[in-house]
């Protein structure tokens, strides 16, 4: 398959397209509903406090951006390192990467303290916060993306695809880990301190966005009856099912680094004793259910070739990866601050204990949000843009 | 100080800010409302543990009566400028009580994340979160090494025009910063302390080698929580 011979299409704005786009666009007004009661009472009705102050939201935003970022592998891997079975997509990864990054932006806005001081955000920085810093990657990848895409639009700009794709490469690879360091920069919490959170989000990153590739790839193409050929399908969980382990490893060496420092010792047993709430998602949720079964999927030889199992097996990463981001996030804020240490520490305002945190139908539901509003823009790209190659069938074997 | 404003403008906005609409001249100072906040000072805490009382609570009940924090029934989310924090060593069983608020550090973390610039120090050495910059995104709490900081769930009424407060921003101690520039060289929780007869807090000028706070801890000697973070701590504390 030659880029000059593929073809483009927009999808056919039919019944089944306008009711997905209604479907979604419900999504989001129900979310937007809740974010203005959320504004009105304020986030006590929300299960964040003061010990836990990054809850669901967060975990869905986090997830999204990342995923974002990782969700441009496929025009990465086609524009900057020249694999041509992969360029048909370069401009479904270019837009799914825009709208995921869009959907996560949106929840970290919407639950803000006061979303309608926004334009403060917007207007005074302070250049030694990574968050600052991370606004700026944030939009910039959106700018970044928008260039890369007309560039791909434009046949009389081909020669410049590769300039484009190495940009966007580097600026996602910045940004990812801008996102790690949120967390890594933490100095003061137990869970968070490492400098490998960097590069750890980076592979999650690659792991998360090809599994939404994936299953977006998939959805679009049965929903609007293109064929999508085995060898594709199969290539893209062959790709996936090195990031899922590359996660493992990262995991892995997170935790034994830190057992290596007795001081950590404390934290790794609540992640790692199957005690606490946050050690079972760990090991069941994490690398049960989002690492080790997926992997199973895609390479025990009984599954590998199926389709179905390549399905779940993707679903499975995404939801493995949403646990992920609830045990580091959250996991990494229950427990807690340590003052003194090797002294016991008690007080009124939970010092020494693990903190409570049960989260309400308001932040899933600002979560969902997020989700909805990267698939609407997908959705909506999808049907105005030529996205979608009109055949993704396998190439005919020359007779 | 953060976004050129001056003292006096940081104050009058953030008691709009509050909820309260201020006129400009509220503030009563006992010296020039327009003298610069010099780095020549730098404002703290010096606690003794010794002197603390396990079974006291008079320097929180006090700072919740000097700002007007309320007791809403919800523990797990109502503001707590300054709590009081048993450590007790498992080796032997000796237990501490002291104090817990924001240590003033001259190296803040919740300066450097504050993504607006909202979370700022004075030069003076007092850290405080400006009401009008701030957005409510919670990183400087994550970023506190000693969990001084409250974020508020909800709409409040009947602030104080010295502690501007409002749903949806940051807030910590701010170490009396309304005594602090009227002159009064003293904190709501080291008075109410004093008064109680412990004298276990003692507010003073830690650049002034003369002042009693100096002079303690040359003699005495004092050490700051989490010294290994190396945030230079404006509160000090001895017999830990
Ligand atoms: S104690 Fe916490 S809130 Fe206070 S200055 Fe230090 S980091 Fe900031
Ligand atoms: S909550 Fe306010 S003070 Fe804290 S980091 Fe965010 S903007 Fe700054």
Known sequence: MSIASTRYATLDAGRNYWGLLAVLAGVVLAGFAGFLHLEHEGHWITGMNNQVVWGIPHVFAVFLIVAASGALNVASIASVFGQVAYKPLARLSGLLAAALLSGGLAILVLDLGRPDRLIVAMTYYNFKSIFAWNIFLYTGLLAVIAVYLFVLFQPALARWTRAAGIMALLWRLILTTGTGAIFGFLVARQGYDAAIMAPLFIIMSFSFGTAVFLLVLAAACRGSGRVLGDALLFRLKNLLAVFVSAVLYFVLAYHLTNLYATEHHGFEAFILNFESLYSKLFWLGQVGLGSLLPLALFYSPKTRNCRVSTLVGASLVIIGGLIQMYVIIIGGQAYPLVLFPGMEESSSFYDGVVASYVPSFWEFLLGITGVGIGLILTVAGLGALDILPEDLSDPKPAS | ?240
């Open chain 2, 1 to 240: 100080m953060s976004l050129g404003l001056t003292r006096r403008e940081f104050l009058q906005g953030a008691g709009a800010a509050g909820a309260l609409t201020l006129a400009p001249g509220v503030f009563l100072y006992a010296k020039d409302p327009e003298a610069p906040v010099t780095d020549a000072v730098r404002w703290g805490l010096l606690v003794d543990t010794r002197l603390c009382q396990e079974d006291c609570n008079a320097c929180v009940d006090a700072c919740n009566e000097e700002h007007n924090l309320q007791d809403l029934g919800r523990p797990e989310t109502d503001a707590q400028w300054i709590r009081k924090l048993t450590v007790r060593d498992p080796l032997g069983g000796r237990t501490i009580s002291l104090p817990m608020m924001c240590q003033h550090c001259e190296n803040p973390p919740c300066v450097d994340v504050c993504p607006t610039g909202a979370s700022f120090r004075r030069e003076d050495g007092i850290v405080l979160v400006d009401k009008h910059t701030c957005i409510g995104c919670r990183y400087c709490m994550m970023a506190c090494p000693y969990k001084a900081r409250s974020f508020i769930h909800e709409n409040l009424t009947e602030q104080l025009p010295d502690a501007p407060r409002g749903k949806g921003c940051v807030e910590s101690c701010t170490l009396c910063v309304h005594k602090v520039d009227a002159g009064e060289n003293t904190t709501a929780c080291a008075e109410a302390c004093h008064k109680d007869g412990h004298q276990a807090i003692l507010f003073g000028d830690l650049n002034d080698p003369d002042s009693e706070i100096s002079k303690r801890i040359r003699e005495f000697g004092a050490t700051q929580i989490r010294a290994d973070l190396g945030l230079n701590t404006g509160v000090r504390y001895q017999n830990l």
